[in-house]
């Protein structure tokens, strides 16, 4: 069992609807990344969270330590936010990122 | 710069040549990071400097990998006797500090025929 599962793998949805990503995690951690991979390659990082919920336009990012799971939630969806959203977490005591397998986000106009 | 840089963007390269991958972090950033992504495979995490160390070099698929950074900006990640399955895109990242966003550089492409 992968120590970071993400859900939904696929995701298709239309227009201006309402977005959320999963990401539990089986392992204490000090941080969690959530990151965007373009369908070019790039990728850009959207939140570092270590507690609590952190906002950035229309993407809001929450974290539950006690219940070792994020959500990324994406309001008003639009296709240019189609993209692989991946879930990263630097875990106690071991000095690497360990990522999820990512979710394929595809808005449909 | 204003970004991470990467250099070459493109490398093409015999099986057991030695390649050697640079990367130009945000200037004042003092984390810098590794990574690859095989063709439609996941993020590897492969090795992280804070400063001019790297605290844990466990990440690194095998004995013919290793990475250096010096002056705490320009890093090198050296592959010896490169292997077939290699052959990834090896992304660079770098952050303010540790644990803060990261910057993610284009990426370089490495083919060994």
């Known amino acids: 069992k992968n120590e970071v599962e993400q859900s939904p793998q696929n995701l298709t949805a239309q227009e201006g609807e309402f977005i959320t990503i999963n990401c539990s995690y089986s392992v204490g951690i000090s941080a969690l990344h959530w990151l965007q991979q373009h369908p070019g390659g790039g990728i850009v990082s959207l939140f570092m969270?270590?507690?609590g919920k952190k906002k950035h336009g229309r993407l809001i990012a929450t974290i539950n330590i006690q219940e070792k799971h994020s959500s990324l939630h994406i309001t008003a969806s639009h296709p240019r936010d189609s993209a692989v959203y991946i879930c990263?977490?630097?875990?106690?005591?071991?000095?690497?990122?360990?990522f999820g397998t990512g979710t394929r986000l595809t808005i449909i106009p | 710069g204003a970004g991470v840089s990467q250099s070459p963007s493109n490398k093409v390269t015999e099986k057991g040549k030695d390649v050697e991958l640079r990367c130009d972090p945000i200037s004042g950033h003092t984390a810098l990071y590794w990574y690859r992504q095989s063709l439609g495979q996941g993020l590897e995490f492969l090795i992280y400097?804070?400063?001019?160390?790297?605290?844990?070099k466990s990440g690194l698929p095998s004995d013919r990998f290793s990475a250096e950074r010096t002056g705490g900006s320009v890093s090198t990640l050296t592959i010896q006797r490169t292997q077939q399955e290699d052959s990834a895109v090896y992304l660079c990242a770098s952050s303010s500090q540790e644990w803060s966003t990261q910057y993610f550089g284009p990426g370089t492409r490495l083919t060994v025929l």
């Open positions: 990263a977490v630097w875990i106690f005591g071991n000095e690497k990122l360990t």
């Open positions: 400097f804070q400063g001019n160390s790297a605290p844990d």
């Open positions: 969270l270590s507690s």
